[in-house]
């Protein structure tokens, strides 16, 4: 009876974990919806071309006509990059580099998600005994989305204006899904940042914890020597 009322009280997770996994939370949906929406590049409205807009999976034209292709044939719509609808020009609307870009904004949604399900332990209040070695692992995995979106951003950012790839590229401009890859970079950065920090306090509060165990510990005394004093701490900073 009294193992069944028995309470068990574990620390409450530290404001700065909290934190971390509130920004990593937001960094991830971010990247999340940078990944899945058609607006990394846009054509201005007054220009009226007939390329609409661009993201990583879906690109739209407006009666557009490949010069190189050699039937009298319009590519119109918003299809799936991959679709039977671009069979005749994949080749040329999927380049190396967009190839590139996919895979690691990819890489880094996967990262990500691995993240999360470690921070999500440590919220929990999981495996507190192996709490720095899931600091550490959390940390690492932030740290590593980081690098292949920072990758994605700069290779796009830096070819997609190419006049061998879209036509017109003066008429183009950068829209809100590349935006929000960059800031998703950025979140994830600092949350990396803020979990190797609370990587260090948790070890810290480890430290202190053993030392603190080792104190209370009973000494060995003598027939001649007084009883051992163990002065305990407060935070207030009184001496019990």
């Not at 940390?139 to 950012?157: D, H, M, N, Q």
């Not at 997609?160 to 899904?177: D, G, K």
């Amino acid at each position: 009876m009294e193992k069944a009322e028995r309470v068990f009280r574990y620390p409450k997770a530290s404001n700065l974990l909290l934190g971390a996994g509130l920004v990593a939370f937001c960094s991830t949906i971010l990247l999340l919806i940078s990944f899945c929406s058609p607006y990394w590049l846009e054509s201005y409205q007054e220009a009226n071309s007939e390329f609409i807009r661009l993201g990583l999976w879906d690109v739209c034209f407006r009666n557009y006509r490949h010069p190189s292709y050699q039937y009298d044939e319009t590519f119109d719509g918003c299809h799936w990059i991959h679709s039977f609808a671009y069979q005749n020009i994949r080749d040329w609307l999927l380049p190396g580099w967009l190839m590139f870009v996919q895979s690691m904004m990819a890489l880094a949604l996967i990262f990500a998600l691995l993240a999360l399900i470690f921070i999500s332990i440590l919220l929990m209040r999981y495996m507190l005994r192996f709490e720095i070695i899931v600091l550490i692992i959390a940390f690492i995995l932030e740290a590593i989305t980081s690098v292949p979106v920072f990758l994605a951003i700069a290779v796009f950012g830096g070819m997609c204006f190419e006049r061998s790839w879209l036509q017109y590229p003066t008429y183009n401009h950068l829209s809100w899904a590349y935006a929000l890859a960059v800031v998703a970079f950025f979140f994830h950065a600092v949350a990396a940042m803020m979990l190797l920090l609370e990587a260090f306090k948790a070890r810290e509060r480890r430290r202190r914890a053993n030392n603190l165990i080792y104190n209370m510990q009973p000494r060995m005394m003598g027939p001649n020597e007084p009883p051992a004093q163990i002065y305990l701490f407060p935070a207030g900073g009184t001496t019990v």
